[in-house]
């Protein structure tokens, strides 16, 4: 038996004979040989099956084998400065392992054509390498955040009160009552601080989202941290660096995957500190900009569109006014009609990829916040015991990863960088 | 300004004058001196508040101070053999952030009073170590799939088709028509492997679980893997090495922890390969046990429990029977009427920790279990799909996260060792 080995580790094994397995990516034969390109999640690799080179049946499989087709190919590993990657596999035996019919999914399909057949369409080499950046972003969040200090922990998918109002949350039967879908772990987290100091979690959130703009699911996967004593400047400062952590982990570590997406890493290669852009400023870029908003009105997408439009860089704005925003965010005590809360703006119209704050740690401002925004104490009365128990300064943010990685990507479409999405309309597959 | 520091660094800052930021775990005073141990997430440390050594209103401050107080103290690192720890921070300023009322809960108190203020009770020392441990296992999740080249993905929470039996799926209304939420991310993971080769996620699952054991949530931590051309033997070698490593890692890192909890981790030091025991000798070894069951009948809590309680190690069952089983196992070629198909169970009477098996690659196989099981092909056109065009061999997994915890840390109840745990009567805090 010859060792079993993966596309990837190819070059380490130059003049050996391995066994590849994997899917037949293209192939072509003519004069007695087949060139397949096989590819197996961690490559692609040229294999050439000569006629005599393998067993007469291995040849007559090659000759049929069609694209998508599995198979198992025995070979030696040699250097073909030709060959795609400057490797190939001299195959000495060939084993069609299942045969495929015609592949019923290509580029320049309908995008909804290639929704509809995501389960095949996942094996493009550009679904694979955005897939693969993907993994990259997650490893590098939770490397991150390991490194600062925070603890990894998890809040409950089923809430029984609503964190940022009601019109949006999936409301799901639960036994003889009901309970919601969780959009934001942040409450839970402001609990675990209490007791781990600094918390993160990665996990979905879900939105009951109407709207059908590029960068809208309703599940995303969400990372949210939360730290005690930090103020609204410290957690900025975690999220700049977060955000430049995950960037350069990516652009050291997936050039291929940009190669084959046809993206060129420059535009994730960001300088901190970000700039920092009050609310007023933002709503002047975007009159500038033709986008008229009235001072309490909130960004919106097309206000972030127009502002985030021709920079170079994320940046932060801070200051919203207090009646655009949750309760839960502290006033600022120089300008109390605003609250120390800010978003992070991708550039080039992407958008938002975080949102956070320093939060109310006063019990009495709290309970005002409560009431002015007409809700019910009861419904948050173990948050509200966050404060009467020894409450601390703290802050926290929530990271859109889908969008984040949509930015990385450059894709135009948020649906394009999740394994299976899932809209208003799509649930399937 | 002296430099805020974190209590688990205060052996690095040894005659430096430094701030520690926490809560007061327990504080008592006399003859001019109060000593106030401090936690802050990462640790607890013993500061002493003298007369004289202080400011007058720090001096009050700290003798008014109350257990879950938050407190800011600045001071002079200092070693002292008698003082938790070997060190204590011999205060120059004490800062009272936000004073505590008696706080409501306390060990001993009913388990269902500890859950209604789980809020409150995560700061515990008992619920901070369970976390720590937890947040361990998790990261050490990630590193072994990561090792083992296995691709971080997400499948969807919102699914159209049920993985495991509809009984226990909760329906959610979604605008117009409704889905499920997802009890397992295996059909996906099948999916994602014609791409990525090898894939693993960690994701929420959710089972509306009626039964009140106490190893049952409605929600859960999940975390499955998936990879081609892999052998059940293969996938039950990843699991035994996925187990040992986070059991590993978590006896190394997390040995305060298991001080913390009086639970002396040789329980968890695991050799491998683990036993592979038949169902035939399962059912055997129940029957020994007083639980009688007939071939073809599942392997339920109570015979679970039975056959772990005298076991020193985790072991797997094997060959269960075809019709105890879900539709996509792959049978045994040498005994039609079993799949390969397995669970490791954990000794001592904890129980399922994994379920894994080889998946039916053959398309005609398939789709005569789809027809046994009498279910509607058209629910699952995509998953058949992955058989027609260049089907391979694979196996998979999913381990229940909190359960493994739950046996790491010798918890008595599974809601122990989860932040905010979900069952069918709690969904608050």
Known sequence: MVDVIRVKDAPSRRGQECTIQGWIYRIRSGGGIVFAIVRDGTGILQATVRKGAVPPQGFQEAIGATP?????????????????????????????????????????????????NRHLWLRSRELNAILKIRAAVFGSIHEYFDLEGFIETQAPSFVSGACEGGATLFKVPYFSTSVYLTQSAQLYLEALITTLGRVYTVAPSFRAERSRTRRHLTEFWHAEAEAAWYSEEDMMTTEEQLVKHVCDTVSAHNEGEFGILGVAPQHIAIELPLERVTYEEALEKAGRAGVELRWGDDLDYRAERAITAQAEQPFFVTHYPKKAKAFYHRPDPRRPETVLCHDLLAPQGYGELTTGGERIARLDVLMQRIEEAKLDPKDYDWYIDLRRYGSVPHAGFGLGIDRLVKWITRAEHIQQVVPFPRTMRRMRP
Chains 1, 2 share one sequence.
Do not use: C, N, W
Not at 71 to 76: A, D, E, L
Not at 94 to 100: A, G, I, R
Not at 103 to 112: I, L
């Open 68 to 116: 998508e087709s599995s198979v198992i190919i025995r070979g030696v590993i040699a250097e073909d400065k030709r060959a795609l990657g400057g490797y190939e596999l001299r195959a000495t035996d060939f084993h069609l392992v299942s045969s495929s019919p015609p592949f019923p999914v290509r580029k320049g399909q309908s995008a909804s054509m290639l929704l509809d």
